[in-house]
């Protein structure tokens, strides 16, 4: 993030207010989880864990404390941060909007109908990818999809485990690949790549990982089972598939969610069961749906302009600097931005807080490093969801091991997606030519 102003010399102390919050939010969610709480990780705001660690790092700064507001309101205020937050606004009111006039279940019937009863399990998988593509959300993807599945599993005698592995690896693959989810809009915004450069560079990750996942579930199909009918309805997926279309031909941004609420809208209308008042109460109630993100980007913002300006992340990136070599080597820069984001998502359980809180920090080592933007943004968002992939506390596993009455250990060791992903995604920054 930047600021008028000049940082000061290098201070660990200034990380002091991060590692506040990260105590915060992680030492709460232990509690809960102590006590058996459901969805414990997620029982205190991270907008909340974060106000402490902002007075903090208010109090830390040596500028007169006018000026250290002013630091931190212009970080609240920079353009990444400002673009961040109405990308946000525009991919919850598509998927909102979407969600009411029946997009979600018509995506989740073709697919169905579409699939060949000997291939359910990589035909699952496909159906989980291309909705939590086109919708932006894995959590969505997971609460649409999961009980279908469910159904499935009991009807053709799946192992539920493997059912809602399947399900959990097509929502990682989609939601790491949507260009309107959360973990895309941070990182792209936080290292100013273009939305379709990152799809494209992280495709050559994630789509080789696909097909091998894809290629071992159908080797344990095993069996088939005779579906019920369903009543396919394809312009309520048109929608979906406009976005897909418009994002990968490299229109902005902005244009294409606003193109895909309309035609959302505008589909529904046509068949007349929607109304221009339902319409603007869903686009208002997506908004509402992105409140939480909105407001911790703009807070972690403005802490990190008060961390850059005392001289925090300076003195993290030398030291992460010297951990990769003193040369330009880009390999290990792009692990060691693995790494770290990794790291924070095992922490705060949540994929995109880990990119707007590692963000700033691995778009300097990008730059010192020679790692393209759009390099920077695919490993950061590869590498943090596999993360939230792989945690038996993460929202995922714990909303399909409710959902299939199971361990969440056992949801994510059969997510094989992620591991599989995780051996692409290192093979592929050491071996790939520069």
């Known amino acids: 993030m930047t600021t008028t102003h000049t940082p000061t010399a290098q201070s660990p102390l200034a990380l002091l207010p991060l590692m506040l919050y990260l105590l915060l939010f992680v030492g709460a969610g232990v509690y809960f989880q102590s006590q058996g709480v459901d969805f414990a990780f997620y029982k205190l705001s991270p907008v909340v864990a974060i106000l402490p660690a902002i007075i903090v790092a208010i109090l830390l700064s040596k500028q007169r404390l006018n000026d250290a507001i002013e630091t931190f309101m212009q970080g609240i205020g920079d353009h990444n941060i400002i673009a961040m937050c109405l990308i946000y606004l525009l991919a919850g009111a598509f998927a909102a909007v979407a969600k009411a006039t029946g997009g979600v279940d018509a995506t989740v019937a073709l697919g169905l109908t579409l699939i060949p009863a000997s291939l359910l399990l990589p035909g699952l998988f496909l159906i989980s990818a291309f909705i939590a593509t086109a919708m932006g959300t894995s959590m969505g993807t997971i609460a649409a999809v999961a009980p279908v599945a469910f159904g499935i599993a009991q009807q053709a005698g799946f192992d539920p485990a493997l059912m809602a592995g399947v399900v959990l690896s097509g929502a990682i693959f989609g939601d ?46 095993g069996t088939s089972v005779q579906l019920e009918p369903q009543q396919i309805e394809l312009t309520k997926v048109f929608p979906y598939l406009a976005i897909l279309v418009l994002a990968v031909a490299g229109v902005n941004v902005f244009l294409v969610l606003t193109i895909g609420v309309l035609l959302a809208g505008l589909t529904a209308l046509l068949a007349g069961n929607y109304d221009l008042m339902r319409f603007g109460q869903d686009i208002y109630q997506g908004f509402s749906n992105m409140q939480e993100i909105f407001l911790l980007s703009m807070l972690v913002g403005g802490l990190a302009a008060l961390m850059k300006q005392q001289g925090g992340i300076a003195w993290l990136t030398q030291h992460i600097a010297k951990w990769i070599g003193s040369s330009r080597n880009e390999k290990a820069a792009e692990l060691g931005m693995g790494a770290l984001v990794a790291a924070t998502n095992v922490c705060v359980a949540n994929n995109t807080v880990s990119l707007i809180v590692v963000g700033p920090i691995a778009k300097q080592l990008a730059r010192e490093h020679g790692v393209t933007p759009r390099r920077a943004a695919a490993s950061l968002d590869v590498f943090s969801c596999i993360v939230q992939g792989l945690i038996p506390y993460g929202a995922q596993a714990l909303l399909l091991a409710s959902t299939f009455s199971l361990s969440p250990l056992s949801v994510v060791a059969h997510g094989w997606y992620c591991f599989i992903l995780a051996l692409v995604g290192i093979a592929t920054v050491l071996w790939r030519r520069r």
């Not at 273009?194 to 579930?217: H, S």
């Open 176 to 221: 790491n690949l949507s260009i309107i989810s959360d973990t895309t809009i941070a990182a792209t915004r936080t290292q100013g790549a273009q939305m379709k450069d990152k799809f494209r560079e992280n495709l050559r990750v994630a789509l080789p990982a696909a097909v091998i996942t894809m290629g071992l579930l159908a080797l344990n199909s």
